[in-house]
């Protein structure tokens, strides 16, 4: 039993696929308990229950979700619960946020089918997959985002685009399970050591705390954009763990050789 | 304008689409107004916009169905409101089933999809299409699924099979909603103005350059692989022109500020 996903490995014939089953759907500072039982109960639905709750607004254990998780309550019982977005996202390789608002940021934006199909294939291959969802009140923030390697954004109709909490939970809940029809059956790829968050929210946080010296955060205004800006570059992309280190490597000389001098 | 369906006929062009435009969602007796406000709420995300509501148990108008309509109050002030289900199905041709458990009853059963996808093809050709949804308690009984011509059974797995109402239409309203060819076939992808090789190869020449000044490269031998190593760190990801720029001001930044010092 794993202590980080509660999954255990599983031999299917001579094939020991990893802990990585299925995804973890994350809520940062989810409102309404209704809202979070109702995600749970639809999560269910679909073989998920590995959910993390980040901040829940009313206090956790909420019994009003458990009494709408109606019969899923072990969801909830077994939900993670963080102060922090960060911690919440931490060990994750790859993180998909939903959004239904268009974003400056620019990150690839998937249908929760491709996205589905995607995070299937990725977790056969050993990568430990998130989906990130925000609150009832604002969405996700584009702090939060900055986590995500893509967007899932839901096909609704633009007029009135923005689904309840608990409906986006229940739609990629139910392409996941539909991609298991889809998936193709795996392929002999090499061992990938994908960074996660926490490896990569570090290294761009390093960057941000060498640039801070040079000038680079110009004005305060200006400093959080450019934070942000930062995570994005960092956590948008699939490094591995090799690459980060040579990262750390590059700004560590650049910079060390400057108190050097 | 119509007095059944409230649909109107519409022009595309020299196109005359007839008034069955859409699907109308019946609900049988359905119990809890939350729910039927947020299947409204599900039902206007994908552009659906008739319900029809048989017997609701606690009366009509209800005022939580309103709150949980949150925008999508329109559905509900034009829901049609029937004491029974023969007359609130009355003049659909063809008639979907939702339902979660397994029945006797000799009918076809099909996804969501494949419901949605054929329902399209079938108004097109003019024919009057309702999906009829049970009650929370105990879904659809034998003798109101016997007015449906085929049966809708979402793919849940099944050691938890039963959806709450308003997900389930909204899984119904997704399906719709994706059946329109244009709504699935951009697989929108917000601006992105990749980088190409060179601009990618320049930036990791750039801070080759800037490293070697810093004893980077130990070893002219040892300068030819960590040359490549960087090559491969910048040119194996996807970069966009504007990370390319922040990659260069942030080498620019801790090396310019070196020669400053």
Redesign the interface.
């Known amino acids: 039993m794993c202590r980080i996903c509660r999954g255990t490995a599983i031999s299917v014939g001579k094939k020991v696929y990893g802990r990585w089953m299925q995804p973890t759907f994350v809520f940062d500072s989810p409102q309404l308990g209704?809202n979070i039982g109702?995600a749970a109960?639809?999560m269910?639905?679909?073989?998920l229950d590995r959910m993390r709750l980040v901040s829940p607004r009313d206090g956790w254990p909420n019994p009003k979700a458990f009494a709408a998780a109606?019969?899923?309550g072990m969801v909830l019982a077994n939900a993670g619960i963080f102060d922090d977005l960060e911690t919440a996202l931490g060990e994750f390789q790859r993180v998909y946020a939903t959004t239904a608002r268009?974003?400056e940021?620019?990150?690839?934006?998937?249908?929760p089918k491709?996205a589905m199909v995607e995070a299937r294939e990725l977790m056969k291959r050993g990568v430990s997959v998130a989906v990130l969802f925000g609150s009832e009140r604002a969405g996700l923030e584009n702090k939060s985002i900055s986590f995500a390697s893509a967007?899932i954004?839901?096909?609704?109709?633009p007029e009135?685009?923005?689904?309840?909490l608990?409906?986006c939970a229940?739609?990629v809940g139910?392409e996941w399970?539909?991609s298991e029809e889809i998936a193709v059956e795996p392929v002999a790829i090499s061992e990938v050591d994908e960074a996660n968050v926490l490896e990569k929210a570090a290294l761009a946080d390093k960057?941000a705390e060498?640039?801070k010296?040079?000038?680079?955060f110009d004005t305060a205004q200006n400093e959080e954009g450019k934070r942000i800006?930062?995570r994005n570059?960092f956590l948008r992309?699939?490094?591995t763990v090799s690459?980060v280190k040579?990262?750390h490597?590059?700004?560590r000389?650049?910079?060390?050789?400057?108190h050097r001098?």
Chains 1, 2 share one sequence.
């Open positions: 209704e109702a109960r639809g269910r639905n679909f073989g109606s019969g899923a268009r974003r940021l620019t990150k690839q934006v998937m249908t491709a967007v954004s839901v096909p609704a109709i009135f685009s923005s689904l309840n608990a409906q229940l739609l139910y399970r539909l960057y060498a640039l010296e040079t000038g680079f800006n930062l570059l992309h699939d490094f690459e040579t990262l490597g590059i700004r000389f650049l910079s060390v050789r400057r001098t």
